[in-house]
């Protein structure tokens, strides 16, 4: 069983910057396709970015340019650097850990069904 916790969390202005990490623990993750994922008050859950094993990532339009994802295999952790941030940023971020075919995830990684683990998710708000 893998659990994932996030950190990083926080309160910022337009413009700025946070870094969220997930640790995870239980299974080592080097396998995992792995994902970032945030939900605000009143909408759906959307995929923010994801990476596979090999470390090539993937991004929804409206971050890319913006965040990078990345992961450390070795200390079981994956990251989510989030630079140039908007109000429309604020959401509550997930990290999700998938052991589904990365042939499949690859063409499909936005969706949440396709993810095992989840973590608790840490709140990012940011003011204009």
């Known amino acids: 069983q893998v659990q994932l916790v996030e950190s990083g969390g926080g309160s910022v202005q337009s413009g700025g910057s946070l870094r969220l990490s997930c640790a995870a623990s239980?299974?080592?993750?080097?396998?995992?396709?792995m994902g970032w994922f945030r939900q605000a008050p009143g909408k759906e859950r959307e995929g923010v970015a994801a990476i596979d094993s090999d470390g090539s990532p993937s991004y929804a339009d409206s971050v890319k340019g913006r965040f990078t994802i990345s992961r450390d295999n070795a200390k079981s952790a994956l990251y989510l650097q989030m630079n140039t941030l908007k109000p429309e940023d604020t959401a509550m971020y997930y990290c999700a850990a998938s052991n589904l075919s990365p042939w499949v995830l690859r063409f499909v990684w936005w969706q949440s069904r396709q993810y095992n683990y989840w973590g608790q998710g840490t709140q990012v708000s940011v003011s204009s």
């Open positions: 239980g299974y080592t993750i080097s396998s995992y396709y």
